[in-house]
């Protein structure tokens, strides 16, 4: 159980009460260590805790809020292998700044609409917010004189790539670029609409002459992608150090 200690990430020892028996030094720089793992937990994500990891035997994955040192709503990968009664957990902390925001802020529109008139200012201001947020969500790095990024964060929905479209494109041609590398690190849920959305977009830089490549793709949404319509012809690349060694 020593050897945890030294691990980079944060790490945890837990018996099938969700005891703690042991954990890594970063585990205690990121959290406010209890006796139980579930006190780690926010309120809200426990019911998601029982559905993913309650009756797994072997190995379970997910996305939890948890409370740590430096917010009471992180979201984090967790990862959890288990050995006849003790689980292996680690703990991947996101960027999830954008996402977090976008989901108040979407709660907030939401409630927004269903008040009166007075409030319409205020409704109008969220609105604005949101699509400040849509933009951040897709921005356009340039790596190279040849090969720019567009890390994508949130959910992968219609509106996401409709709204940033024309500026990927616009930015695509007049950089002089030959290749476009999308990034999936960051991306939650998919939809339907979005993937067929984002289909199209590939294959107009593919018209214009440019090589799209895409990186970080995960199981859920590799499952999205092969069920469109239209398929990807594109590489699919397992990391940025990859891309831009490619690249250069």
């Known amino acids: 159980m020593s050897d945890i200690k030294y691990s980079p990430q944060p790490y945890f020892i837990i018996d099938r009460d969700y005891q703690i028996l042991a954990f890594s030094d970063r585990s205690a720089e990121t959290f406010n260590i209890s006796r139980n793992f579930i006190e780690l937990v926010d309120w809200e994500s426990k019911e998601k805790w029982d559905t993913l990891f309650g009756k797994a035997n072997c190995r379970a994955e997910g996305e939890l809020i948890m409370k740590t040192k430096e917010s009471p709503y992180a979201l984090l990968d967790i990862r959890i292998n288990w050995n006849e009664d003790e ?33 319409l200012e205020k409704k109008e201001q969220v609105e604005k917010t949101l699509f400040e947020i849509k ?3 897709c921005p356009f ?15 992968l929905d219609d509106d996401l790539i409709r709204q940033n479209e024309d500026r990927v494109l616009l930015k695509s041609q007049d950089g002089g670029y030959e290749e476009i590398l999308f990034d999936f690190n960051g991306v939650g ?28 793709i995960k199981p859920n949404h590799a499952f999205y992608l092969n069920s469109s319509n239209s398929k990807l012809e594109v590489p699919f690349l397992n990391s940025l150090s990859k891309a831009f060694k490619k690249s250069l």
């Open 87 to 119: 689980g292996h957990l680690i703990c991947l902390e996101k960027d999830h700044r954008l996402a977090e925001l976008e989901s108040i802020v979407e709660k907030h529109r939401l409630r927004l609409a269903e008040t009166n008139l007075e409030l």
């Open 135 to 137: 933009n951040l969500s």
């Open 141 to 155: 790095i340039k790596l190279t004189k040849t090969a720019a990024l567009v890390p994508l964060f949130g959910n």
């Open 189 to 216: 849920d998919f939809t339907n609409e979005g993937v067929e959305t984002f289909v199209m977009l590939i294959k107009e830089l593919q018209i214009m002459g440019l090589s799209p490549s895409i990186i970080g």
